[in-house]
Nanobody
């Protein structure tokens, strides 16, 4: 599955952004779509994931209550709505797909295809 991430940019602290992930060649049906982020000098970290069939969602504690992951069945796209952004949210955001069981939603190793990443910068 080829993925295209979009929607990053520069925003002030407290602001909002939405990043999106589209599948270029096939549907997300049967897959889980995850968002991860990598800040400079840090390891890639889990942000949120959604199982396409059924809509089960999982969030990292650091974004719970501020970020919302959702899917658009018509456009075959997954969105990550980010509200209340903080400087520590600054990172390159990557979407990925895989077929992990629920307990592995947070594991990068469980995802088999990755998008190119989109930069989100939050200024203080």
């Amino acid at each position: 599955v080829q993925l295209q991430a979009s929607g990053g940019g520069l925003v002030q602290a407290g602001g909002s952004l939405r990043v999106s992930c589209a599948a270029s060649e096939r549907t997300f049906s049967g897959y889980t779509v995850g968002w991860f982020r990598q800040a400079p000098g840090k390891e890639r970290a889990f942000v949120a994931a959604i199982r396409w069939n059924g809509g089960t969602t999982v969030y990292a504690d650091s974004v719970k209550g501020r970020f919302t992951i959702s899917k658009d069945n018509v456009k075959n796209t997954v969105h990550l709505q980010m509200n209340g952004l903080r400087p520590e949210d600054t990172a390159v955001y990557y979407c990925a797909v895989g077929r992990p069981i629920l307990s592995y939603f947070r594991s990068p190793e469980a995802y088999t295809s990755w998008g190119q990443g989109t930069l989100v910068t939050v200024s203080s």
